[in-house]
């Protein structure tokens, strides 16, 4: 019986992640940017700054620990503001990612792109 329990328990982990990966593929998307660029690691980070209109170099800030939680903020505020949406959906996408994705990926919220610092 406990055996099953796990198995159940790693199916719906399993569900939620690949849930997930389709919402931030399509967040992507809407923002003009490649979708399979959401699943490489880093690369997507940076793909995140530039749809957020932050410069590349704040690349460097988000593998630092503790700085990268400023930065991050930071980061999910603009984007949240480029869809149109304030500081409390960005506390959301934050905090509760598994509900506030799914809304940005496929609710009615348009990309606003922002220019780009170099």
Do not use: H, Q
Request: hydrophobic fraction near 60%.
């Amino acid at each position: 019986m406990e055996s099953s329990d796990g198995f159940f328990t790693s199916l719906i982990f399993l569900a939620l992640a690949v849930f997930m990966l389709v919402c931030v593929w399509k967040v992507f998307v809407k923002a003009g940017k490649p979708g399979w660029a959401s699943l490489i690691p880093i690369y997507n980070a940076y793909v995140l700054l530039k749809m957020a209109g932050k410069p590349s170099w704040w690349l460097l800030f988000l593998l630092i620990p503790l700085v990268n939680i400023v930065f991050g903020f930071l980061t999910m505020l603009a984007l949240s503001e480029r869809f149109g949406k304030g500081v409390g959906y960005a506390l959301g996408l934050i905090f509760l990612p598994i509900i506030f994705y799914p809304i940005l990926a496929f609710g009615e919220a348009t990309y606003t792109p922002a220019n780009v610092p170099v």
